[in-house]
């Protein structure tokens, strides 16, 4: 049996409080609005109960926020791309922010087993005005369970329509590209964190987050295999290559913390379902 599920979330601000509506068909839920940060920002959990896609299954996630709200989204656990006996799998997750919107997109991994056909679609739009912080984080395989990612497909596509496009696609069966220095370099962990803006930013604003990132990646234990850049006046980035997904998280969660101070004046706040 397979699935499509779909999961629709608007954010509003109402009175000062930013305010989640929801609608949803199939196995996709979004659990109760918490505000630890106060009103201004609403933290939300995606859950999917079946835990995992299978050949054929579809989800289609859409958010909308609209001006002035502020929402973050995160998961409880990673979402799992299961072997396939013939059909792909999707996760296509649509994020529009209105002028003067604020967004965190922050998921836990995508683990990609031996033996899938998945592909992960994330497509952004945002007003001028708009703000986002969001990361990608994908494990092919389970290492630390031996348990390789040998067969099988996965494929990203990451988007700002108009602005910044990146697409891959890896084969199991690709070895040149997993194993080489100018691949994947036989890392098994491929994590993206990005702020998008809906309009230029300033030259010293963006130039103080790549110094910021910068300085941050220079300390980790990942600094070989990290960087940060700009590829367009509206996009910072910060991309991570890493053997397992531990420690390419810790350092995403670094830089997100660092971001929101720098671009938002906004002390951090962990959802509370990543201490559970």
């Known amino acids: 049996m397979t699935w499509h599920a779909t999961l629709a979330l608007d954010y509003t601000l109402q009175a000062g409080k930013t305010v989640a509506h929801f609608r949803h068909d199939g196995p996709l839920r979004i659990l109760q609005s918490l505000y630890p940060e106060g009103d201004a920002v609403c933290h939300n ?67 990609c087993y031996s033996g899938c056909l998945a592909e992960n679609r994330l497509s952004m739009r945002l007003a001028p005005g708009a703000e986002l912080i969001g990361w990608d984080v994908t494990a092919l395989g389970l290492p630390a369970a031996k348990q390789p990612f040998e067969t099988g497909s996965f494929s990203q596509h990451i988007e700002v329509p108009g602005v910044w496009l990146e697409r891959a696609r890896l084969q199991a069966c690709d070895t040149l590209l997993l194993n080489s220095p100018l691949g994947l370099a036989g890392q098994r962990c491929m994590a993206t ?6 309009s230029k930013l300033e030259r010293k604003r963006r130039q103080e987050a790549l110094d910021c990132a910068r300085q941050l990646i220079e300390a980790h234990p990942l600094c070989a295999t990290a960087g940060a850049t700009s590829p367009d006046g509206q996009i910072v980035v910060v991309r991570v290559l890493a053997p397992v997904v531990e420690p390419a998280m810790a350092l995403l969660r670094q830089v997100w913390q660092a971001w929101r101070a720098h671009f938002w004046q906004q002390a951090a706040s962990s959802p509370r379902i990543w201490s559970m």
């Open 193 to 198: 964190l990005f702020f998008v803006a809906g």
């Open 45 to 111: 959990v995606i859950v999917h109960p079946p835990g995992g896609l299978v050949g054929g299954d579809t989800l289609d996630l859409k958010f909308s926020v609209g001006a002035g709200a502020h929402g973050l989204v995160t998961t409880p656990g990673a979402t799992r791309f299961y072997r396939s006996t013939g059909e792909p799998a999707l996760q296509r997750t649509r994020l529009a922010l209105e002028a003067g919107a604020r967004m965190e997109w922050l998921p836990l991994e995508a683990i």
